[in-house]
């Protein structure tokens, strides 16, 4: 996993393995607050802080595919969901 993130806390590549992959979603899930509206913006100037190979489209589309998000397709404010 220390290949996948650095000390820093940037995510160095997305990985092939699921495993790998829900680690570093939750990962980057919990740079947001639970509860908290985020516009598509904000939620891409975080995870722009977070990972180091220029595709926070591919990751923000994972954490609402992979139910850690909600988006409401009306006004794309997002939602970190809390974990169970």
Request: aromatic share 10%; net charge neutral.
């Amino acid at each position: 996993m220390t290949a996948l993130i650095t000390d820093d806390g940037i995510v160095t590549r997305w990985p092939a393995k699921a495993a790998d992959r829900v680690l570093v979603l939750d990962f980057l899930a919990a740079s947001f607050e639970a509860g908290r509206d985020y516009a598509e913006r904000e939620v891409n100037d975080i995870l722009k802080r977070h990972h180091g190979f220029g595709d926070w489209a591919l990751l923000r589309r994972e954490l609402f595919e992979s139910g850690r998000f909600l988006r409401n397709p009306l006004t794309a404010i997002y939602r970190r969901v809390e974990a169970q």
